[in-house]
């Protein structure tokens, strides 16, 4: 019974702890957590100044697909964190041979010609609203406003910009000698592959909740191992994929997207620097046209971020 009751506060002591020892990765959007999700524990929460800078970057890639992300994460004492991300993803040849076919045949505006990239900023920010007590985890809510390159969104039927938001939830337990993350996100967004494809499509205007979670292991006090999965609007673009293919004369063009998943390994040697590298599945990435390899995305990824 004695341990029982000692559970709660083990637990609460736990996270604490962790905080204080450990710079939080950012994930690729610009908050504190793992890669794909955001976690309810500040990115630099450990700091004794009222505001800690960190600068951070991701570079992401698969068969036909290369994301590169970067930015700058303001933690506000222990609450909060104020972040900007620019985004950049370079597409496939097989994309831009299509929409430059799409141009000269008339389905397709004139201003995605020869595109073979799209960007993004991101403003987004994070606010602690609860701490943590024992076996509850601490709470957060945020919310990133996308800013896209406009030409392909607004092909595809979506709007360039705007805005989601999460609850997320993130407790530090103690597990075989060591201590296990567990994370769960809800979102409520309309964003098409985190935005780079805009927000929407024409039948898809309004918000649809979606899910994340995060799980990883101290394997030892700096060094972290887990795995992740995020889920996202599979049909916003429905309309355009409909579209492509009657236009093209082929059904078989798919821009559904897929659920993603991450499998990491985290080093968070001091307060001030941590580096995460990992394997990605992304599933299917706007598969135009079907005979590409875009609809088995598997790739990885390497993160670091520096606090000043």
């Not at 009222?50 to 970057?57: K, R, Y």
């Not at 597990?175 to 979102?187: E, K, Q, R």
């Not at 004369?249 to 499998?263: L, T």
Request: hydrophobic share 45%.
């Amino acid at each position: 019974m004695k341990i029982k009751r000692m559970m709660p506060l083990i637990a609460a002591t736990a996270l604490m702890a962790s905080q204080a020892a450990m710079a939080l990765p950012i994930m690729i959007e610009g908050a504190g957590g793992g890669g794909l999700n955001p976690w309810a524990l500040i990115a630099n929460g450990s700091s004794k100044h009222i505001v800690t800078p960190a600068v951070f970057g991701t570079f992401g890639t698969t068969p036909e697909y290369d994301l590169y992300s970067a930015g700058v994460n303001l933690s506000i004492s222990k609450y909060a964190e104020v972040y900007y991300t620019h985004q950049y993803m370079g597409l496939p040849e097989s994309m831009t041979a299509t929409l430059d076919s799409g141009v000269k045949s008339g389905f397709l505006p004139t201003d995605v010609t020869n595109l073979n990239s799209v960007e993004q900023d991101i403003i987004g920010g994070k606010l602690q609203v609860y701490h943590g007590s024992g076996l509850i985890p601490a709470i957060a809510v945020g919310m990133n406003y996308h800013m896209t390159s406009a030409p392909l969104p607004l092909a595809l039927t979506a709007h360039a910009n705007g805005a989601d938001y999460y609850v997320t939830g993130t407790g530090i337990y103690p597990l075989l000698g060591s201590h296990i993350v567990l994370n769960a996100d809800l979102y409520i967004t309309r964003s098409n592959y985190l935005g780079l494809l805009g927000q929407g499509g024409a039948d898809h205007r309004s918000y649809s909740a979606q899910g994340g979670a995060s799980v990883g292991y101290f394997v030892a006090k700096d060094v972290v191992v887990g795995a992740e999965w995020r889920s996202f609007p599979g049909n916003n673009l429905a309309a355009a994929q409909a579209y492509l293919a009657t236009q093209m004369a082929d059904p078989g063009v798919d821009m559904k997207q897929s659920d993603w998943y991450d499998g990491f390994i985290a080093y968070m040697p001091n307060p001030k620097f941590s580096v995460v590298a990992a394997i990605l599945d992304l599933g299917n990435m706007a598969n135009i046209p079907p005979d590409s390899n875009n609809a088995n995305q598997n790739g990885f990824y390497v993160s670091m971020n520096a606090a000043f």
